[in-house]
């Protein structure tokens, strides 16, 4: 877990393309082995209030899976997920996560520590604010596609208040004079249009003013409200959540230590970035402290990663995130075909591969032009580094500057963990922990995801090999640094 810093290569735009990964194998070059991530949390542990109940039974009786999402768990063959207990269970991952960013910072001049927000409260929450925040996106495009506008990205929609204004009366839902102190009341609409990230801020001004804000439901025709009530206690669970995200974010800024929020299944996604953003809204203003994630097998990845960097200029933070390919694509697209709406996951894998370098590609032109991003290229995929590594010499964005770092699992590819590290770049491990018999069948899941893991590991014992027999006649073996 030391870290060990190096100078980058001299040389390293001509050179380290090819040479961090296919020659060098030094292994003393790891820039970084200090990326904790939680893979399994100990579930065993029951509070007072369950051992007054019948413990673990009757907390299974009285919280089970919410029937919007089915079981989040079932079909995950490489990610951790949660099972809501109660919020003592919480406190405990909050504090499992607590200890979790100190022996982070203790390891690393610049490590990181990953989360994940259904750890902290019950993954339902997060279910129906994200219900509330897809159906909010998708109103502001039927908008779009009834002012001609239909088939553009996401930041090339602009609403015309005026229409807008008609559409809202014709549907039943605002009279223009209503809209318009709606929207001039947010001091929206000035310029005569409102894009998509002035419409979301729409979001949390109305869940002030109003619970009852209708929009049309497209199946039955009928006005619906977007929003729900929450109980008193539904209402405390979610101050408490955030409350825990609060205190991990303040601990991670005390250590020095970048708080990775991960991604999870997308019928939660919206509810956990929206609420990462608004950290990063926080805590991202002198430095990047909270990283979003971005799962590139979806098909709305690039509008997400466009519109949040955009809000980020807007507002001065640093955009900062990490990007992978996916977890959850078996479950996700069982999921869709059972409840009858569009397979949110790209069609192929060389399609979430285009989306992937096209998301990054979006990410290093914004470093290079503001200097107010940084990335995390958490991929085993050789093709992902080179095109990173690439680009990073065509835009002049030197690995000294550590807008740009890349992760693998620990145990897993090293072969392009080491060169990275030898030629200077920022590359870090994740490294998993918790129980034994927890730990090894997420390990096994991993390799499966994988499938080339085994030629790749053969790949690596290979290069290990060549690089032993040139230091051995070079007479170089015991050189620390050949």
């Known amino acids: 877990m030391a870290r060990e810093e190096q100078s980058p290569a001299p040389g390293w735009q001509q ?21 904790i991530f939680p893979v399994s949390l100990l579930s065993s542990c029951t ?47 909050m504090e499992t996560f607590l200890r979790c960013i100190d022996a982070s910072s203790g390891s690393s001049e610049d490590g990181f520590s990953a989360i994940k927000l259904t750890a902290l409260g019950r993954p339902q929450f997060l279910l129906q604010f994200s219900e509330v925040l897809v159906k909010w996106r998708w109103f502001f495009h039927q908008m779009a596609v ?92 979610m101050k408490r959540m955030l409350q825990r995200m609060d205190i991990l974010a303040k601990r991670a800024t005390e250590t020095g230590v970048r708080l990775m929020v991960d991604a999870e299944q997308s019928y939660f996604q919206p509810a956990i970035s929206h609420l990462t ?30 519109v949040d960097v955009e809000l980020s200029r807007r507002e001065g933070w640093h955009f900062s995130t990490k990007l992978v390919r996916g977890a959850y694509m078996e479950q996700e697209r069982e999921r869709a075909a059972k409840f009858g709406y569009e397979d949110p996951i790209n069609p192929t894998y060389e399609k979430t591969n285009e989306m992937y370098h096209r998301c990054l590609d979006y990410i290093l032109e914004e470093i290079k032009h503001s200097q107010k991003a940084s990335v995390m290229v958490a991929s085993h995929n050789e093709d992902t580094i080179k095109f990173t590594l690439q680009r990073m010499i065509e835009l002049g964005i030197h690995p000294s500057e550590k ?20 030629a200077g770049f920022p590359v870090y491990k994740y490294v998993p922990y918790g129980p034994v018999d927890e730990v090894l069948p997420y390990l096994s899941r991993r390799a499966q995801e994988n499938r ?31």
């Open 146 to 237: 009834e002012q001609g506008q239909g088939g553009r990205t996401a930041l090339e929609v602009k609403l015309e208040v005026e229409k807008l204004q008609e559409a809202l009366a014709k549907l039943g839902i605002a009279t223009k004079a209503e809209s318009q102190h709606w929207l001039m009341g947010e001091n929206l609409g000035v310029s005569g249009t409102v894009d998509l990230l002035a419409w979301n801020s729409l979001i949390d001004s109305r869940t002030k003013l109003s619970k009852l804000l209708l929009i049309p439901n497209m199946k039955t025709r009928q006005l619906e409200p977007l929003f729900s009530h929450f109980t008193e206690e539904e209402d405390q669970q």
């Open 15 to 35: 050179g380290s393309l090819g040479a961090a990964l296919a020659t060098s194998m030094g292994l003393q070059g790891v820039a970084d082995l200090a990326l």
């Open 452 to 482: 080339g893991f085994m030629q790749r590991a053969n790949q690596e014992r290979d290069l290990l090999w060549r690089e032993f027999k040139r230091r051995l006649f070079a007479g170089t073996i015991f050189s620390p640094n050949p």
């Open 403 to 422: 807008k740009v770092c890349f992760g693998q699992l620990l145990g897993m590819c090293d072969q392009i963990t080491f060169p990275l590290g030898q």
């Open 47 to 93: 509070s007072a209030a369950e051992k007054e109940t019948g413990g673990a039974e009757q907390r299974e009786k009285q919280y089970h899976a919410h029937r919007g999402s089915g079981s989040h768990r079932n079909g995950v063959t490489s990610a951790r997920t949660y099972f809501y207990a109660d919020e003592a269970k919480c406190d405990q991952h």
């Open 277 to 306: 953003l608004e950290m990063q809204r926080r805590f991202n203003r002198e430095r990047a402290i909270i990283f979003n994630t971005y799962q590139c097998y979806l098909k709305e990845a690039y509008n997400n990663v466009t």
